[in-house]
C-alpha cells in the first residue's frame, strides 16, 4: 500500500468538519509536504512525526511525501493532524499491515475496521500523545454526523469526549498504542468519562431588595425564554440582577450541558 486514507476533524466554530488525512508514498527525492490549506502549526508537523515515528520504533519512510488534507477549502489549524499523518505514513509504507475485513468472531482479538476510525491527537517527539483542544466539539460532531464511528483521542481528552452518549471513545498514550490498535495487535481500552461536574449554586434573586420591574422582567424572560436587554448608569445593578438570572432556569438537560460546555471548552473557560 502506498496510499492510505484515514479520518480527522477540523475545528470550524462549534463544529468539527471531516477531514480525509490521505498519505501517499511516491519515488523521487526524499520529501515531506502537507497540502490542503494547512496553517503553520500543521506545517510544522512534519518533524513532530517524524522524530515520533522513529521514537516509537518504527522507520520513517524514504521517498517523496505527500499528504493531502481534503476537503482544501476549509482551514486546518492545531496538531491534531499528527496522529493521522504519522499513522497514514506507517499504512502507506507496509509496517503496518491493514486490517481484513470478515476475519473469525471467535477470536478474542478483533481487528478494527480503519474507514470506522476517526482520528485526533497531537504528537510529542518521543510518541507520546498530547490532549487536544475542544475534544467536546470534535466527539459531538462525530456523534452527529457518523454515529458509528469510534473516535481515538489523546488519554486526557478522550475522558471529556466519553461524556457524549452513543458514542464509543477510546483512549490512546501513544503512536505504538494507536499502530497496535490498527494492526488488530491490542486493542486500546474504551475511554472511561470524567465524573459529571456538579451544578455550582448561584446568587438567589431573594436577595435583592426593591427593584420590582426589574424583578419582573427577569422572571418573565426567564419563563418565556425571551431576550433581555440591560441599560442604566453605573452602579443601577445590572450586573446583580444577570448573575441571579441563571437561578430562576430549570436544569439543563444533558445534552444542552454538552453543548453549553462545548462552548466554554473554545472559549478557554474549562
Same mark, same amino acid.
Given at each position: 500500500?502506498?496510499?492510505?486514507?484515514?479520518?480527522?476533524?477540523? +475545528?470550524?466554530?462549534?463544529?468539527?468538519? &471531516?477531514?480525509?488525512?490521505?498519505?501517499?508514498?511516491?519515488?523521487?527525492?526524499?520529501?515531506?509536504?502537507?497540502?490542503?490549506?494547512?496553517?503553520?502549526? =500543521?506545517?510544522?508537523?512534519?518533524?513532530?512525526?517524524?522524530?515520533?515515528?522513529?521514537?516509537?520504533?518504527?522507520?520513517?519512510? /524514504?521517498?517523496?511525501?505527500?499528504?493531502?488534507?481534503?476537503?482544501?477549502?476549509?482551514?486546518?489549524?492545531?496538531?491534531?493532524?499528527?496522529?493521522?499523518?504519522?499513522?497514514?505514513?506507517?499504512?502507506?509504507?507496509?509496517?503496518?499491515?491493514?486490517?481484513?475485513?470478515?476475519?473469525?468472531?471467535?477470536? /478474542?482479538?478483533?481487528?478494527?475496521?480503519?474507514?470506522?476510525?476517526?482520528?485526533?491527537?497531537?504528537?510529542? +517527539?518521543?510518541? &507520546?500523545? =498530547?490532549?487536544?483542544?475542544?475534544?467536546?466539539?470534535?466527539?459531538?460532531?462525530? &456523534?452527529?454526523?457518523? /454515529?458509528?464511528?469510534?473516535?481515538?483521542?489523546?488519554?486526557?481528552?478522550?475522558?471529556?469526549?466519553?461524556? =457524549?452518549?452513543?458514542?464509543?471513545?477510546?483512549?490512546?498514550?501513544?503512536?505504538?498504542?494507536?499502530?497496535?490498535?490498527?494492526?488488530?495487535?491490542?486493542?486500546?481500552?474504551?475511554?472511561? $468519562?470524567?465524573?459529571? $461536574?456538579?451544578?455550582?449554586?448561584?446568587?438567589? +434573586?431573594?436577595?435583592?431588595?426593591?427593584?420590582?420591574?426589574?424583578?419582573?422582567?427577569?422572571?418573565?424572560?426567564?419563563?418565556?425564554?425571551?431576550?433581555?436587554?440591560?441599560?442604566?448608569?453605573?452602579?443601577?445593578?445590572?450586573?446583580?440582577?444577570?448573575?441571579?438570572?441563571?437561578?430562576?432556569?430549570?436544569?439543563?438537560?444533558?445534552?444542552?450541558?454538552?453543548?453549553? &460546555?462545548? =462552548?466554554?471548552?473554545?472559549?478557554?473557560?474549562?
Amino acid at each position: 500500500m502506498t496510499l492510505a486514507v484515514l479520518a480527522s476533524r477540523a +475545528l470550524c466554530g462549534l463544529d468539527a468538519h &471531516a477531514v480525509r488525512v490521505e498519505s501517499h508514498l511516491g519515488p523521487g527525492l526524499p520529501s515531506f509536504n502537507v497540502v490542503g490549506l494547512p496553517d503553520a502549526e =500543521v506545517r510544522e508537523s512534519r518533524e513532530r512525526v517524524r522524530a515520533a515515528i522513529l521514537n516509537s520504533g518504527f522507520e520513517f519512510p /524514504p521517498g517523496r511525501i505527500t499528504v493531502n488534507l481534503s476537503p482544501a477549502d476549509i482551514p486546518k489549524e492545531s496538531g491534531r493532524f499528527d496522529l493521522p499523518i504519522a499513522l497514514g505514513l506507517l499504512l502507506a509504507s507496509g509496517q503496518l499491515a491493514a486490517p481484513v475485513a470478515g476475519q473469525d468472531p471467535e477470536s /478474542p482479538v478483533q481487528d478494527p475496521t480503519l474507514a470506522d476510525l476517526v482520528l485526533a491527537g497531537e504528537l510529542s +517527539l518521543t510518541g &507520546a500523545l =498530547v490532549p487536544v483542544a475542544a475534544p467536546l466539539v470534535i466527539a459531538l460532531s462525530v &456523534a452527529r454526523e457518523a /454515529p458509528g464511528a469510534t473516535l481515538i483521542l489523546p488519554t486526557g481528552s478522550a475522558e471529556q469526549a466519553a461524556w =457524549v452518549p452513543g458514542l464509543r471513545v477510546l483512549s490512546a498514550r501513544s503512536l505504538a498504542d494507536v499502530a497496535a490498535h490498527a494492526s488488530g495487535a491490542c486493542l486500546l481500552p474504551d475511554a472511561v $468519562p470524567e465524573p459529571w $461536574p456538579a451544578a455550582a449554586s448561584g446568587p438567589c +434573586l431573594s436577595d435583592v431588595r426593591g427593584q420590582p420591574g426589574a424583578r419582573r422582567a427577569l422572571e418573565v424572560a426567564a419563563a418565556g425564554g425571551h431576550s433581555l436587554l440591560m441599560i442604566g448608569p453605573p452602579g443601577a445593578g445590572k450586573s446583580m440582577l444577570a448573575a441571579r438570572l441563571p437561578g430562576l432556569l430549570p436544569p439543563l438537560a444533558r445534552s444542552q450541558a454538552l453543548e453549553v &460546555a462545548a =462552548v466554554a471548552a473554545l472559549a478557554g473557560l474549562s
